[in-house]
């Protein structure tokens, strides 16, 4: 089936590193992703993960992969105030790469 | 210089009109989509075009009929518009195939529609 849960909040310290989670049902994904939303604005695309990789690391970010469990999880270092965002978990879907099924979004907020 | 531009960017109209939304890509991309997103923040695809054809149809009322003249252009036109449809509609555009993996899609900045 097609779902992907993700928490709706967080609240951290400015500084602090910040732990998103995601879950996933389709096990045939093959790709995950990761976008952030800003107020206002549209999508924007962060980070993507190929299923057969455990972890990926990008300057703040890292993803990491648990196919088994089929967890999916976005760590920001030092966060700042500019990450405050709503983030959204995402797999492609096994029938073809032109579908994006997107989680509920997880709304980040930085606080001094 | 926008990348995907959607417009009007807010829209208000009465239950039982007729109204359209205007998308345009200039990434040179060949594939379009339309995304609703609800007062949830959940984003739930509609619609999605290939040069020019439609590829995916989710489970949307027929009141809601995409339009795509050429590979740039996606437009929505929403007729006898309810309550329910009150949401923001996202349009996004990619590569296709392999080629979607690297670069994801890129997203306009989206239309707020409100039925009163």
């Known amino acids: 089936g097609e779902d992907v849960e993700q928490s709706l909040f967080l609240s951290v310290r400015e500084g602090d590193s910040s732990v998103i989670n995601c879950t996933y049902t389709?096990?045939?994904?093959?790709?995950l992703y990761w976008y952030k939303q800003e107020p206002g604005a549209g999508l924007q695309l962060l980070t993507y993960?190929?299923?057969?990789?455990d972890m990926k690391q990008d300057q703040r970010l890292t993803v990491l992969l648990n196919k088994k469990d089929k967890h999916l999880s976005l760590r920001i270092a030092d966060t700042q105030t500019g990450d405050s965002a709503i983030y959204f978990c995402a797999e492609s879907w096994a029938g073809g790469y032109n579908k994006l099924i997107f989680g509920a979004g997880t709304r980040l907020a930085v606080h001094p | 210089d926008t990348a995907v531009s959607q417009t009007p960017k807010y829209l208000v109209t009465q239950m039982g009109n007729d109204k359209s939304i205007k998308c345009e890509q200039n990434?040179?991309?060949?594939?379009m989509y339309w995304y609703k997103q609800d007062s949830k923040k959940f984003l739930k695809i509609m619609f999605s075009?290939?040069?020019?054809?439609?590829?995916i149809n989710e489970t949307v009322p027929n009141r809601f009929s995409p339009k795509s003249p050429d590979k740039a252009h996606l437009n929505l036109h929403i007729n006898s518009l309810e309550l329910g449809d009150s949401a923001v509609y996202f349009c996004a555009s990619s590569l296709s195939g392999d080629r979607i993996i690297a670069y994801g899609y890129t997203f306009g900045s989206g239309t707020r529609l409100t039925v009163v």
């Open positions: 075009y290939n040069n020019k054809e439609l590829i």
């Open positions: 993960i190929f299923s057969n990789m």
């Open positions: 389709d096990s045939s994904s093959t790709y």
């Open positions: 990434l040179g991309h060949d594939t």
